[in-house]
Each structure stands twice: as C-alpha cells, then as structure tokens.
C-alpha cells in the first residue's frame, strides 16, 4: 500500500561541512519524490512506541495500526482523510510526531540496509553500562540536550545518528525543527569520527485534505555545533555499539512477543519495574509466519464499518502479530543473567533487520505526486519487520 510524497535533500548540508565530519551524500540529487509503503511506516510507529520496561499495558503496539490505518484518502497521495480535519490541533500534532517516525524509518531502513535501529537513550544506557559512553549532563527528553531519537548500524558496521521531527504546518515550518534537530544529532561526540556513517534529521509534513501542498519528507546532515556535546562514546571500534543495540533490540522483542519471563530473566535490570513485584508468566500462542513457527501475541481488531481500500478491496479488520523463535526464547532461559554472558550469546545470534514491506520506488513517482491526482493506491496486505530468525512483527489487512 504505497503513498507518495515530495522529498527533499538537502545535498549542501553533506558539502559544506568542516572535513572532519564530512561524509558522502547518500541519496540520489535527482530524487525529488519518493513512494513508501504505508503499512511499513505504521508497523514501525508501533514496534518502536513500547518502551524497554515491561509494558503494563499492549495497546502501543497497536497504535498506529487503530488509529492511522483509516486516517489516509484512498489515493496515492500520502493526504489526511477530509474526516480528520475535525479534529482538534493537538491531536494532529500527536499524528504528527508518530508519522515524523514512521515514515522517516521505513524510508531510511529500506535506502541505507540498516542492520539494526533502536532507540538512542536506551542505547546509551547500554553504553554507559560498559563504560564507553559518559553523559556529560542530566537527561532530558527535550531540548539541545536530548538525546538523539535512533541509533543504527549498516553493513560496513558503521555507525548512523538519526534525529525525527514532524509537523502539520508545511515545509515552511521545517527550519525551526531543523535547527533544534542539529542540536540533538550533534550532541553525541565520538571518540573516532570514523566510526559513523551519517548523522541525520528529518523532518516530515503531512497534508490535510485541503493542502495546498504536498506531504513532504526532508533530509538533512547538518554538522556538529559546537558547545552541545552531551554524550561522549570512548571506543575505537563500532562492534561494543553494535552489541548494544542487538541487545535493545532484543528486549524490545521479548516484550512485543510477550515472553516476559525470558525478558526478566535475562535482562533483569532493563525489564524491572516498582509496580511489578514478581516475575510474569510468558503470555502467548504459537502461530507460523514468513515459514516460520515463532510464539507471540496475535491480535485480532475488526472494523465496526468495512473500509474501501485501493481499487477495489474491501478491509473489514486487520491482524498484528509480534513473535519470537522457540529457540532463542528457550536457550536465553538457560543462560546465566549476566551482562557478558548474555552479551556473547547474542553476538551468535541472527538479530539482521529485514523487511518484507514494498520498497520506495521513485519510478514514475511524479505522476501521482502532482496537483489533481486522484489515482487510487495499489492493494498491499501484508508488511512486516524480521530481525533475522529471531523476532517478527507484522500485520496483515483482512480483506471481505
């Protein structure tokens, strides 16, 4: 199910920067549009909205998916349904904010082959933890010193800083975001600036109905600023933040699956809780996906009104599942909850993201982008989020 959007790169923010921080652009000058897949970017939105403590409540994961997944018109043009425009700003903003996420990752993810993402402070907890991070100030969760929204690694193991802003004013609100968003990529200071490949921020515009422009994802790398060091990483090489976030990465996909008492076994200090005063028990099922057995959670929503979807689809509900192999579960039970011991064991394992969602595509893009577009979305069902042959989440449209 993909929407398009304008996109744009500014290829000036990689040019003229001091040589130190110099990387090469990454994408294509002459791309100014570009297709994503909307069921990807909602799927992204709720993976990524559960937070590393055992969750009191499974709803997050499931968000976007509830209140998005009817929010878009029928056609190809990422564009608010006419019905949204009742709803107050404040919840706009909130819309705002997850889709800045949602469409901001599934576009990086499925450009720059990411082999893992997760979020930055808990990455930097991490960090700390082993002693190659230091926080040179009290975190906040807003402001210059907020720590950047993700941290990823690539293929060549280096290192991404990405930072995701969103808004429904237009464009023209982009630099007032952009210039807090340079503050907050910049402020993590690496010992040896090689290890990272990009420090991002994007910054994402939906249109409403009545827009007279159009939904717009812009791309920046903008240099460090001076004097907004807040975060050191002391290390000479990118393998110990590699092993970090697999093990972010990790906890997140116990606790989406349900496997509470794998995540409180192995991850006591990540997963506890006040509220919680004795160890879950797993909640779960068996189910097969991708030709593959995993146990998670499986829910079931059906639309109180059937929904018109594409050219002819009838959705009448949908199905997400968050799932983790019998395998690991079992295997991480057995082991030892100490830091290094889990650590080793998680380097053996396949944590590698992959995703079965349709690509962006700037192939004949411009035509449905453009003013009077009315084409109607081509039907996807399914989309999903693998990390290797340890973990998936996906949701499928049920179809009348």
């Not at 107050?88 to 450009?111: C, M, N, P």
Request: aromatic share 10%; with cysteine; proline share 5%.
């Amino acid at each position: 199910m993909k929407k398009t959007l304008v996109l744009q790169v500014d290829q000036a923010s990689w040019s003229s920067v001091l040589q130190r921080f110099r990387k090469p652009c990454p994408f294509s000058p002459s791309q100014s549009t570009a297709s994503i897949d909307f069921l990807g970017a909602l799927l992204w939105m709720g993976k990524m909205s559960v937070p590393t403590q055992i969750p009191q409540w499974f709803l997050a994961s499931q968000w976007a998916i509830v209140r998005y997944f009817a929010a878009v018109d029928a056609s190809t043009r990422l564009r608010l349904h006419p019905a949204v425009e009742d709803l107050d700003t404040h919840h706009k903003k909130v819309l705002s904010d997850d889709w800045g996420v949602g469409f901001s990752l599934q576009w990086l993810a499925s450009r720059l082959r990411y082999r893992n993402i997760e979020h930055g402070f808990a990455v930097m907890r991490d960090l700390q933890r082993k002693g190659i991070a230091k926080f040179l100030a009290k975190r906040k969760k807003c402001g210059p010193d907020k720590c950047p929204d993700f941290i990823a690694y690539d293929s060549r193991n280096k290192i991404h800083i990405i930072e995701c802003k969103g808004n429904q004013q237009g464009p023209d609100h982009f630099e007032k975001q952009l210039k807090r968003g340079r503050q907050q990529k910049g402020n993590v200071e690496f010992q040896d600036e090689s290890l990272v490949a990009q420090r991002l921020v994007t910054a994402f515009a939906f249109a409403g109905s009545t827009s007279r422009w159009s939904s717009t994802l812009r791309v920046v790398d903008p240099p460090p600023e001076d004097g907004h060091v807040y975060y050191r990483i002391e290390g000479e090489s990118a393998q110990p933040i590699a092993q970090s976030i697999m093990r972010v990465v990790a906890i997140r996909g116990l606790l989406l699956a349900g496997a509470f008492d794998a995540a409180a076994h192995a991850f006591p200090r990540e997963t506890a809780i006040r509220e919680v005063v004795r160890v879950p028990s797993a909640l779960g099922e068996q189910f097969v996906a991708e030709d593959r057995e995993w146990f998670g959670q499986s829910y079931d929503l059906h639309f109180p009104l059937p929904i018109t979807v594409g050219t002819d689809a009838i959705v009448t509900g949908c199905r997400a599942r968050f799932g983790v192999s019998n395998s690991f579960r079992t295997e991480l039970l057995k082991n030892k909850p100490k830091g290094d011991i889990i650590d080793r064991f998680l380097i053996e394992t396949d944590l590698e993201l992959a995703l079965n969602t349709e690509e962006d595509d700037a192939a004949s893009v411009n035509q449905v982008v453009g003013e009077g577009s009315g084409r109607l979305a081509p039907m996807s069902r399914y989309a999903s989020i693998l990390n290797g042959r340890t973990f998936i989440a996906d949701w499928e449209l049920l179809v009348a």
